[in-house]
């Protein structure tokens, strides 16, 4: 392309700095919390491991348990990126391939994964991360013309399915050694889509 007689090369577009912050930080944070408790982490801790400086830490969250919250967010958001695509299921938003993305993420960050589910000085950030398991799940039942309302509403299933996969995944955590990742998506899928008992 020119302009005026002088060639215009185009560059792909590029995140600019203040784009890639949070997610600098975010993974400062997590990388932290696999070293030590995150109890011992401090917010300098985390600017310091991102090379970013503290005032621009609070330009982007109010305190480390809303910084920890995005960063689970996020990681189901980058796992779930492709589920609408992918689904096999249309009652199940999720396929063997996303939850073991997923679940390898969490094996990866066990240690803080642990602390968030398994402690009670974690609950609001528990909290947020079932509600956006809960969210995506609701999104693809959305998309879902299987799904019978007078039979069960959506919002009840999601809420179910979101617990059922918040409790597996606190289960597997439990266990020493953990288990492979895709052992646990085995789990995790095999509890999804099996069939409701029979009424008698």
Same mark, same amino acid.
């Given at each position: 392309?020119?302009?005026?007689?002088? $060639?215009?090369?185009?560059? $792909?577009?590029?995140?600019? $700095?203040?784009?890639?912050?949070?997610?600098?930080?975010?993974?400062?944070?997590?990388?932290?919390?696999?070293e030590r408790p995150l109890d011992e982490i401090a917010v300098g801790d985390i600017t310091g491991r991102a090379g970013i400086n503290r005032s621009t830490f609070y330009q982007h969250y109010d305190d480390k348990e809303q910084l920890l919250t995005a960063a689970l967010k996020s990681a189901v958001d980058r796992a779930s990126a492709g589920i609408h695509t992918t689904r096999r299921d249309p009652l199940v938003p999720g396929t063997a391939p996303e939850m073991r993305l997923y679940l390898e993420h969490i094996a990866a960050n066990a240690t803080v994964y642990r602390q968030v589910l398994q402690s009670n000085r974690s609950s609001i950030v528990a909290a947020a991360l079932r509600e956006r398991i809960e969210e995506l799940i609701t999104s693809g039942l959305d998309a879902s013309t299987a799904l019978d309302e007078d039979d069960l509403p959506r919002d009840v299933l999601a809420a179910a399915l979101s617990g059922m996969t918040i409790g597996i995944i606190t289960a597997w955590l439990r266990r020493d050694p953990l288990p492979d990742a895709a052992v646990a998506a085995r789990w995790l899928w095999r509890s999804l889509t099996r069939p409701a008992a029979p009424q008698t």
């Open positions: 392309m020119r302009v005026h007689g002088v $060639p215009i090369h185009r560059h $792909p577009a590029r995140r600019r $700095p203040t784009q890639r912050r949070p997610a600098s930080l975010q993974e400062a944070l997590l990388a932290l919390a696999r």
